[in-house]
């Protein structure tokens, strides 16, 4: 019934304005489902290989296709992800391109779904799964690759820790973003907009720290639930391999030692609840160090560090780096390893975070991964139509639940 029979892969725009690869799965009986591959700009050096989308959707065309339909069941979802992987025959995707794996891998989930009539959250996680749901982390204010002229840190992150439902944390999130916008006037800060809708304000980052610190305490207050925030440092865009030394615009450079005293006086100063990547992608035993100091009061979360891939984060369990991985499904190209990759951190006591991407399209599958995986948070904006795709379907499935 759910045996693969039509898999069509086009281009279509994503939220930069770029191509970006889709695909439709129909099966046998009828089923169909729809995804489209997000992009990131802040990429880290591991991660799977994202191709022009022209020559994923060329050699996806040639290569995998023809091992799917009439081939593989759209149910069976470690089928199609191994099928995926035997046809690209390298360990990053290089051949058919991520971007062509994940949105076919997505497209297949949602297509096995649909000829079950289950949400794709049942379908990815069982029956048992659906009713513990991600505390959202929304971007509220940022920089780095995501934004010209503004912070050195990639994303400051609102984290309603203390909302008694994801529908309530979504909301306080974007109440946290608009009431940004009212601070940074009463100081005459301009308001731009990053990749993500995040304010990506003209000011350093000390500057940052205490308006964010300001509206997550405001709306906390309203709201009467802990808001705490977080941040994403993207450490390895500011890391200078040669130097050794985290380059700060406007400030002096950081030695690695500096920097993990850096991050252990914010977390202590502003009570952080969240702290991805602070530091550079191949340092294991940094990430350790700072894990060992702060680990008890905060989440420490390795995404370019770990890539999604179970390799490095098995490195990192062994060593102590963390005690979170970010989860994107395009970093590694399929379903099935991006799961892979949760279950073998919640084994090991380090909470996932399931991500969108920089550049994203309206698709909403990472909602439903984070439920049906019971992944404790996710990370997918907080304004912007393509972050509010996901969110929206959160309130969605929490409603159904
Ligand atoms: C979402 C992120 O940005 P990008 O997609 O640019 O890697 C991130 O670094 O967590
Ligand atoms: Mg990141």
């Known amino acids: 019934m759910t045996l693969i029979t039509n898999v069509t892969l086009r281009r279509v ?8 690869v889709e695909a439709d799965v129909t099966t046998e009986s009828g089923g169909f489902g729809r995804a489209a591959a997000p992009s990131g700009a802040s990429t880290g050096e591991h991660e799977a290989i994202e191709l022009p989308p ?10 995998a296709v023809p091992r799917l339909e009439g081939e593989v069941y759209a149910g069976d979802q470690r ?3 191994a099928a995926l992987h035997a046809a690209d025959g390298t360990d990053n995707f290089s051949e058919i391109g991520a971007n062509s794996a994940v949105a076919i891998s997505m497209a297949a989930a949602k297509a096995g779904a649909d000829v079950l009539g289950a949400p794709l959250y049942q379908h990815l996680g069982g029956t048992f799964r659906g009713d513990q749901f991600p505390t959202p982390l ?11 002229e503004a912070t050195n840190i990639q994303e400051f992150l609102s984290a309603p820790v203390g909302a008694p439902s994801v529908t309530e944390a979504i909301f ?8 940004i916008s009212e601070i940074l006037e009463g100081r005459g800060v301009p308001v731009n907009k990053g990749d993500e809708g995040a304010w990506a304000p003209p000011i350093g980052d000390d500057e940052a720290f205490e308006v964010v610190a300001e509206a997550t305490d405001r709306i ?6 802990e808001i705490s925030f977080g941040l994403d440092m993207a450490a390895a865009e500011m890391y200078d391999a040669e130097e050794g030394v985290y380059e700060y615009e406007g400030e002096p450079d950081r030695t690695t030692q500096e920097q993990i005293d850096y991050v252990v006086e914010m977390v202590e100063e502003y009570d952080m609840a969240y702290v991805e990547d602070p530091l550079d992608e191949n340092d294991f035993e940094a990430f350790a160090e700072l894990t060992e100091r702060v680990g008890d009061q905060t989440l420490i979360c390795g995404d370019d560090l770990y890539v999604t891939n179970v390799e490095r984060l098995q490195e990192g369990i062994d060593l102590g780096s963390s005690n979170s ?24 006591g380090i ?12 698709d909403t599958t990472i909602a439903h991964l984070a439920v049906g995986a019971a992944a404790p948070y996710i990370k997918t904006g907080t304004v912007a139509g393509e972050r509010t795709a996901k969110l929206n379907e959160l309130i969605r499935i929490e409603e159904n639940a």
């Open 13 to 20: 725009l994503d939220s930069r304005g770029n191509p970006t």
């Open 138 to 148: 929304g971007n509220v204010v940022g920089g780095g690759e995501h934004a010209e």
């Open 79 to 81: 089928s199609v992800d």
């Open 172 to 179: 306080a999130n974007a109440e946290v973003h608009a009431e």
């Open 54 to 63: 022209s020559e994923a959707i060329a050699n996806a065309r040639d290569l």
């Open 220 to 225: 906390s207050d309203e709201r009467g639930f």
């Open 351 to 362: 909470q996932s975070v399931v991500s969108h991407r920089s550049g994203e399209t309206e």
């Open 325 to 348: 991985i970010l989860i994107k499904p395009n970093q590694i190209g399929t379903l099935t390893d991006a799961v892979d990759a949760i279950e073998l951190g919640s084994k090991n």
